[in-house]
């Protein structure tokens, strides 16, 4: 018995394949829900939602980086020259206030004072290269200069304890 498959069936096959196998990865690749060692939180509302995302594939030249939100700057191990491209992929973050946990996801968010970067909104991420920090948001494509690179949840220098969550960014440099 011959069996023949034309194109068309091949590639089809082919990319069956690659989802079943991109899934297996994701299905076993462990828990989706967050380390909460020694956080303790008010009420199921102020959980982290479940991860809905398929796994991310990470291109050469680029690296995936998880920014906590309770660390003043977080360290990407990165160190830039030239010119750097972070965008947000997923995840949120909240700083408690008055109203309880409000969540963002490093989008610009209001002025406020005594913030980290006081020219930016709170719960926006910012970064740092040679203490100079700028403004990312959800995308940030520029030269902040040659060093090691910092990200963090823009919010009251001092006041990051109360902070939960994190947010997943993809930072490509060149």
Do not use: C, H
């Not at 902040?144 to 220098?157: E, I, K, S």
Request: proline share 5%; hydrophobic share 45%; no cysteine.
């Amino acid at each position: 018995m011959r069996i023949e498959l034309d194109s068309k069936r091949l590639v089809l096959a082919g990319g069956l394949f690659f989802l079943l196998l991109v899934f297996g990865i994701y299905i076993f690749s462990g828990s989706s829900k967050p380390k909460s060692e020694g956080v303790q939180r008010k009420s199921s509302k102020d959980e982290l939602p479940a991860r809905t995302m398929a796994p991310v594939l990470v291109p050469a030249g680029a690296k995936l980086v998880t920014v906590p939100a309770n660390l003043q700057w977080f360290d990407t191990a990165l160190d830039v020259k030239g010119t750097v491209r972070i965008d947000y992929l997923f995840g949120r973050w909240s700083e408690t206030n008055d109203q309880g946990n409000v969540w963002s996801d490093g989008d610009l968010g209001q002025a406020w004072s005594g913030l980290l970067v006081p020219s930016s909104g709170l719960r926006t991420m910012v970064g740092m290269v040679n203490n100079v920090p700028f403004v990312v948001g959800k995308v940030y494509y520029g030269r902040p200069g040659n060093g090691r690179l910092f990200l963090a949840m823009n919010d009251v220098v001092g006041k990051y304890d109360d902070n939960m969550g994190a947010i997943s960014v993809l930072v490509t440099t060149e």
